[in-house]
């Protein structure tokens, strides 16, 4: 887009994490209950016994969802399973919502109680409490904005800049099969415009389409951790794609990394159907995104508590203050890590 006067700067050329900076490089704090502002998955408030971590996020038609394939429950639910991943990865539960909505005059009654339909069944699923948000009007699309916080004590909170030189990377889940479920979307919606007769054919890839559609938030991980008697150093939920949270993790720490591209875990159906696209399955984790999973570190010394767990996978170290953020390829060529992940201004 071409601005009309010479002088002034198009917010594309910032990137999304470029504007940010600049809009709150300035920004002050002025309360001493403040512990963590900009800058994580959440925001950290003292409340005196506690902290609340809280968080938001908006989904805008067209630019984080399709109506043509998304059907209004499934919205409903990852609205809100988004905001609750961002409450998971500081270590904190969430109890709590607020929700907000702009319509157009194109939705019914039916249509939006479809979707409150799938915020509920978040709710009820996670344990949440809906208590509050605002209504208006939009001239174009949809938009949900949520809010959700959670309480925790102050010293499990784990940040995003904790991680220490030879402290190891561990991921929950497997990685990669929301963007293939965006490709079979995208495929199939092609096929539709072209010629609506045809049926979608989304036969046999019903976990791809769930990780996209209908993404589950791993607030299970703090209690799993708890019970392996570990606390992390560090830890982000994976919203942008493998490569983009690590770097986030590794600016923010001040520290370098080695990422074993062979260890990231995939799904078999992830694989199958990448190669059916003819991507590589692995670049699709490291920056497909939405997978929605928790990144985390932690040190070499609790590697024998979590070694045998099904639930997490390593898949690299963390290198000392000033060294490269590197990538190790299956053949073991040494790329640095770029973050190619999804940008939202894109
Ligand atoms: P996440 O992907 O975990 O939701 P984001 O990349 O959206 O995080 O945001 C990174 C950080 O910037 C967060 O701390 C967020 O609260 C903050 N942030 C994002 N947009 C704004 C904004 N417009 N004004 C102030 N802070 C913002
Ligand atoms: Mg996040």
Redesign the pocket.
Known sequence: METQNASLTNIDSLG??GL?EH??KH?ETRHTTTVKS??????IIDNGNNITAI???MLVENVHFDLIYTPLKHLGYKAVAVNLS?IA?MNVTPTHITVSIALSSKFTLEAVEELYAGIYLACEKYKIDLVGGDTTTSLSGLVISVTAWGNAQKDEVVYRNGAQENDLIFVSGDLGAAYLGLQILEREKQIFLENSKTQPDLEGNDYLLQRLLKPEPRTDVKDMLHQLNIKPTAM??I??GLSSELLHICKQSNVGCNLYEEKIPLDPTTITVARDFNLDPSVCALNGGEDYELLFTLSMNDYDKIKGSPNFTAIGNITAVGTAMNLISSSGVITPLIAQGWNALS
């Open positions: 999304e994490f940010i809009l709150t920004n900009v800058g994580d998955d959440c925001a968080t938001t996020d961002d990865a982000i939920d919203s942008d």
